[in-house]
């Protein structure tokens, strides 16, 4: 009997010492696989991190970014998350990191990023030199005008040289937006045309830094193509994907030795069941995360997509709009003319006028006596029908010359412009809407002009009448729209747009100027409107201040100094 107790000690000892052993294994295994854990959200954040930099280099590259600050804030997140990578040590798991490091996936990964950088930096360039000239084209353009009109230039040579600037600076802005061999070639052929007439007459100096810089254009566009494609093509994804499954393999190995050390005791056991029901509840809380971010950005990028698409739609209509007005204006010409000719020559001439109106009271029954108020009426119906003519023609020139100034593309040029007049033609434009649904009642105050860009201006007013109507819509009663004008003292333009319909919550209010945000149902609004609206107002130094109570209205105060300050870009 006393000879068993050493041996139950020995087995007690034995047991803690397996239990000892059980649990330091079972620690070790834990902790490695929290360090794997680290090592695998560190990837996933690259990976995020470089998803987002690639979106913001194509951006860039596009020309779609306003600066860089959030390439450089996506850049400098991805080298933060790199560097973590790169690292040889681990306060946890100094193996798991040691592995990344020398593995050939992510020295590949490492090359393959830094030649993205070099491509990405060039994109950069190639943009920026590409957007410089683009800009100052037209300045050059008007300065080569005026240098030609001082030299005595054959009238059509100068006619030529003319033809070939202009159709070299449309295709120049057309090969920047959507590069394509034929516009190449088409610019190219323009380019030798100038330099051949450069070299037979003595032209200025202008014409040369002109032709040099669409080849610095085409030049540099076909290296941001050249560098486009190959940043696509290189696919850093695939070595970081081997890196995450490598981690991901190191973890199931931790989780597996930590499961068969759970076997030896009952509490290492309990403990090892616990923490993979933790790790299982993690991994799947992180799967739902990265699900659920997969499906935003998808959203995200369809919306950008659709809105891309919309404003092409919308381009394509405003040229197709300008060119149509154009070409009915000159019918119009001649039924306007044919109108006031009939009217001159039939309402001056008395012997014709006599001769109609006896002809009407003939063929009428009306006794004699009354014959002479019958001639008296029809001589009165000719000089209203005429009339009527006339003003109905009026409307129609009215509209179209509203259609065609609207849909000019200014390119965000500053010049004087009247608030009132944009106002005119955006009502004009917007009437088919408006008339069944509110009378408009205008107060003008007769302003000043203002400098400033006209399409962006008017742009602002429509998508505000516009919105107008359509909250004022499916009601009983007709709706009423006040638009006033005023000055203040402080030399600033008041434009005051009210509507009576239903108003906004104080919630909506808050958030109308934000891009995408809108109450309308899919398909109806994109969301962006007023966030365009706010973004031009501001670019001309002005403001935009809104009023709304549920159930009375709203009313919108665009806010436009006299003068533009010197710097401003409406374009921006």
Known sequence: MWNSIPDLYLRVALGLALLTVCALLFWKAADTRDGADSAIAIIQRTQQQETRWNEQVMLAAFGYARNYDALNRASDALADTVHQLSRTSHQRAPGVFAQLSTSTDFTAFVSKLNEKRELAERMKSARAIISSSVTYL???????????????????????????????????????????????????????????????????????????????????????????????????????????????????????????????????????????????????????????????????????????????????????VAGVAHEINTPLAYIKATFEFLR??????????????????????????????????????????????????????????????????????LSEFSVEDGLSSALAIARNSIKHVAEVHTSFANVPRIMGSP??????????????????QGRNKTGRLEITTRETDNDMIVVTITDDGPGMSPEVLSRIFDLYFTTKPPGQGSGVGLAICYRIIKNHHGRIEVQSKPGIGTTFSVFLPVRVRSGADPSA
């Open 138 to 320: 037209p300045t050059l353009g008007g300065l080569l005008d005026r240098a030609m009109d001082k030299n005595a230039i054959d009238e059509a040579l100068l006619d030529r040289i003319r033809q070939n600037i202009k159709g070299a600076s449309i295709g120049l802005a057309a090969y920047a937006a959507h590069p394509g061999v034929e516009i190449a070639t088409s610019l190219r052929t323009q380019i030798e045309t100038l330099t051949q007439i450069s070299r037979s007459v003595q032209l200025p100096a202008e014409l040369g830094l002109f032709a040099s810089h669409i080849g610095v254009v085409l030049r540099n566009t076909e290296v941001l193509s050249e560098s486009t494609h190959a940043f696509s093509d290189i696919d850093t994804a695939t070595a970081l994907q081997q890196l995450l499954r490598a981690c991901e393999a190191r973890r199931a190995q931790c989780i597996s030795t930590a499961q068969w050390m759970s076997t030896c005791a009952a509490i290492a056991g309990l403990l090892c069941i616990a923490l993979f029901l933790q790790a299982a509840i993690g991994s799947a809380r992180r799967y739902r995360i990265v699900s659920k971010s997969n499906d935003d950005l998808l959203t995200s990028k369809a919306e950008v997509e659709t809105q891309l698409i919309q404003a092409a739609k919308m381009s394509a209509i405003g040229q197709m």
């Open 344 to 413: 001159d020559q039939i309402l001056t001439n008395p012997r014709i006028m006599a001769s109609a109106a006896e002809l009407a009271a003939e063929r009428g029954d009306a006794p004699a006596d009354e014959k002479e108020a019958v001639k008296e009426a029809y001589v009165a119906d000719i000089s209203m029908l005429l009339d009527d003519g006339l003003h109905g023609i009026e409307q129609i020139s009215t509209l179209v010359m509203s259609l065609k100034n609207f849909s000019r593309l200014d390119h965000g040029k």
């Open 455 to 472: 399409s962006h201006i008017n742009q602002v007013f429509l998508n505000i009448i516009m919105n107008a109507a359509q909250a004022m």
